[in-house]
C-alpha cells in the first residue's frame, strides 16, 4: 500500500481546546469544523473535541451525520439553509441556523414550523460576505423578538482583520450599536479574535483553525499560543537518485544541482493535497533532520534532499507536516495559509486518516 497517510492526534484537539478555555473562561466554546474537520475527518475532530459545547459545520448533512454518532452538543449550520427543506429537517432536529438574508427569513416565516428555531442572525459590519446590514438589523430584530416560531436569537458577525494591524473595532463598534438594543447572546471571535482580543469573548466563541494546532496569524507559529499540531501528514522514501553538479530533478528542470546530490522521491503529490506552488527549499522532516524539497512537486511524487542525511533510505518515514514542519511553514512557502493546505489533504481523498493519542 502507498505509504502517504494523515495521523490525528486526539490529545492534541483536546489539549487546543484546553487552551481556548484558558483565553476564554466565560464562554462557550462552538467548534468550526466545517470542510471535514478542516480536512482532519468530521467524527474524528468531534471525539477530540467532544468537550466543547457546541459544532459549527456547513451542511445539514454534517450536523445530522454528528447527531447520529452521538453528539449532544449545539450545532449550527453556518450558513444556514439554502433551501426550505433544510430549515424544517432543521428545526426537527434542533440544529441552530445561521440566517443572514432575508430570504432565509421568509422561507422560516412560511414554513409555518411546530418546532420553534434557535437562529444565530448574522450581521454584516464590514467583511461584505454575509449578513444584514447594521439599520436593516436593527429594524428586522424587533420584529423577530415576538415570532413564535423562533425559540432564541443569537446575535453573530465575523471579522475580517482581526489576524492584522486594522484590528476589529471598526467591525466590533457596529457589531456592538445594534446589540445594545438587545438582550439576545452573543457570538463574534474566530481564532485570531480569540487570542488578540479579550473583549469580543462574550457568550460564545467560535474557534477553528487553532484547535487544530495551526497559526490563526501569519508569521507567528502555533506553539507562540500554546497550540499543538493535530494533524501529521507522513509518508515514505520510495525511491534514492545519485545525481551530479549540474543535472536537473523533476518537470522542467527547474531545479538545477550545484554539487553532487543525493535525492530521495517521497509518495505525495499534488493530487494529495501538497501545494504544486511549494518552490524548492519548502521543508521536509526524515530521520531526525530537517531537510527541503527540490524541483517541481509532481501529481504523486515530490523530491527532497537528503545529500546530508546518510541514514535517509528507502522506506524511511518522511514528515510532510506536523510537529516537526509546521503546516504554516510549508503553506508560507507556497504563498498560502495552512487552512488550505489542511482541508486540501481531505478534498483529494485520497489520503487514509488514523487516530493516534499522544
Ligand atoms: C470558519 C469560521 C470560523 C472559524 O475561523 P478560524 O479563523 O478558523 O478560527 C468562525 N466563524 C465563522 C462564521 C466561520 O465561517
Same mark, same amino acid.
Not at 490525528?8 to 484558558?22: D, E, F, H, S
Not at 528542470?253 to 522521491?265: L, S, W
Given at each position: 500500500?502507498?505509504? @502517504?497517510?494523515? @495521523?490525528?492526534?486526539?490529545?492534541?484537539?483536546?489539549?487546543?481546546? %484546553?487552551?481556548?478555555?484558558?483565553?476564554?473562561?466565560?464562554?462557550?466554546?462552538?467548534?468550526?469544523?466545517?470542510?471535514?474537520?478542516?480536512?482532519?475527518?468530521?467524527?474524528?475532530?468531534?471525539?477530540?473535541?467532544?468537550?466543547?459545547?457546541?459544532?459549527?459545520?456547513?451542511?445539514?448533512?454534517?450536523?445530522?451525520?454528528?447527531?447520529?454518532?452521538?453528539?449532544?452538543?449545539?450545532?449550527?449550520?453556518? $450558513?444556514? *439553509?439554502? $433551501?426550505?427543506?433544510?430549515?424544517?429537517?432543521?428545526?426537527?432536529?434542533?440544529?441552530?441556523?445561521?440566517?443572514?438574508?432575508?430570504?432565509?427569513?421568509?422561507?422560516?416565516?412560511?414554513?409555518?414550523?411546530?418546532?420553534?428555531?434557535?437562529?444565530?442572525?448574522?450581521?454584516?459590519?464590514?467583511?461584505?460576505?454575509?449578513?444584514?446590514?447594521?439599520?436593516? %438589523?436593527?429594524?428586522?430584530?424587533?420584529?423577530?423578538?415576538?415570532?413564535?416560531?423562533?425559540?432564541?436569537?443569537? @446575535?453573530?458577525?465575523?471579522?475580517?482583520?482581526?489576524?492584522?494591524?486594522?484590528?476589529?473595532?471598526?467591525?466590533?463598534?457596529?457589531?456592538?450599536?445594534?446589540?445594545?438594543?438587545?438582550?439576545?447572546?452573543?457570538?463574534? %471571535?474566530?481564532?485570531?479574535?480569540?487570542?488578540? &482580543?479579550?473583549?469580543?469573548?462574550?457568550?460564545?466563541?467560535?474557534?477553528?483553525?487553532?484547535? &487544530?494546532?495551526?497559526?490563526?496569524?501569519?508569521?507567528?507559529?502555533?506553539?507562540?499560543?500554546?497550540?499543538?499540531?493535530?494533524?501529521?501528514?507522513?509518508?515514505?522514501?520510495? *525511491?534514492?537518485?545519485?545525481?551530479?553538479?549540474?543535472?536537473?530533478?523533476?518537470?522542467?528542470?527547474?531545479?538545477?544541482?550545484?554539487?553532487?546530490?543525493?535525492?530521495?522521491?517521497?509518495?505525495?503529490? &499534488?493530487?494529495?493535497?501538497?501545494?504544486?506552488?511549494?518552490?524548492?527549499?519548502?521543508?521536509? &522532516?526524515?530521520?531526525?533532520?530537517?531537510?527541503?524539497?527540490?524541483?517541481?512537486?509532481?501529481?504523486?511524487? @515530490?523530491?527532497?534532499?537528503?545529500?546530508?542525511?546518510?541514514?535517509?533510505?528507502? %522506506?524511511?518515514?518522511?514528515?510532510?507536516?506536523?510537529?516537526?514542519?509546521?503546516?504554516?511553514?510549508?503553506?508560507?512557502?507556497?504563498?498560502?495559509?495552512?487552512?488550505?493546505?489542511?482541508?486540501?489533504?481531505? *478534498?483529494?481523498?485520497?489520503?487514509?486518516?488514523?487516530?493516534?493519542?499522544?
Amino acid at each position: 500500500m502507498r505509504p @502517504l497517510k494523515a @495521523l490525528i492526534n486526539q490529545t492534541a484537539l483536546r489539549y487546543n481546546l %484546553a487552551t481556548v478555555k484558558q483565553l476564554a473562561p466565560k464562554s462557550k466554546i462552538m467548534a468550526v469544523v466545517k470542510a471535514n474537520g478542516y480536512g482532519h475527518g468530521l467524527i474524528n475532530v468531534a471525539h477530540g473535541l467532544s468537550e466543547s459545547d457546541g459544532f459549527a459545520v456547513l451542511s445539514l448533512n454534517e450536523a445530522i451525520d454528528l447527531r447520529e454518532h452521538g453528539f449532544e452538543q449545539d450545532l449550527l449550520l453556518l $450558513e444556514g *439553509a439554502f $433551501e426550505a427543506y433544510e430549515a424544517s429537517i432543521a428545526a426537527k432536529m434542533h440544529f441552530n441556523l445561521v440566517v443572514h438574508s432575508l430570504y432565509q427569513l421568509q422561507i422560516i416565516e412560511k414554513l409555518k414550523l411546530d418546532h420553534p428555531i434557535d437562529i444565530h442572525f448574522k450581521i454584516n459590519t464590514g467583511m461584505n460576505r454575509l449578513g444584514f446590514n447594521p439599520i436593516e %438589523a436593527k429594524e428586522i430584530l424587533k420584529t423577530l423578538q415576538s415570532k413564535s416560531y423562533i425559540k432564541s436569537i443569537t @446575535l453573530m458577525t465575523h471579522f475580517a482583520t482581526a489576524d492584522e494591524a486594522k484590528g476589529i473595532d471598526w467591525q466590533f463598534n457596529t457589531f456592538n450599536d445594534v446589540a445594545k438594543h438587545f438582550n439576545f447572546s452573543r457570538s463574534v %471571535a474566530n481564532s485570531a479574535s480569540i487570542i488578540n &482580543y479579550k473583549s469580543t469573548h462574550l457568550d460564545w466563541v467560535r474557534p477553528g483553525i487553532m484547535l &487544530y494546532g495551526a497559526s490563526p496569524i501569519e508569521g507567528q507559529a502555533s506553539g507562540l499560543f500554546n497550540l499543538k499540531p493535530a494533524m501529521q501528514l507522513k509518508s515514505k522514501i520510495i *525511491a534514492i537518485q545519485n545525481i551530479s553538479k549540474e543535472d536537473s530533478v523533476g518537470y522542467g528542470e527547474v531545479f538545477k544541482a550545484k554539487n553532487d546530490m543525493r535525492i530521495a522521491i517521497v509518495a505525495c503529490g &499534488y493530487a494529495d493535497g501538497y501545494p504544486r506552488h511549494a518552490p524548492s527549499g519548502t521543508p521536509v &522532516y526524515v530521520e531526525g533532520k530537517k531537510t527541503v524539497t527540490v524541483g517541481r512537486v509532481s501529481m504523486d511524487m @515530490l523530491y527532497i534532499d537528503i545529500t546530508n542525511i546518510p541514514k535517509a533510505a528507502i %522506506a524511511s518515514e518522511v514528515e510532510l507536516w506536523g510537529e516537526h514542519v509546521l503546516v504554516d511553514e510549508v503553506a508560507e512557502k507556497s504563498g498560502t495559509v495552512g487552512y488550505e493546505l489542511l482541508c486540501a489533504i481531505s *478534498a483529494s481523498k485520497r489520503i487514509p486518516i488514523e487516530i493516534v493519542y499522544g
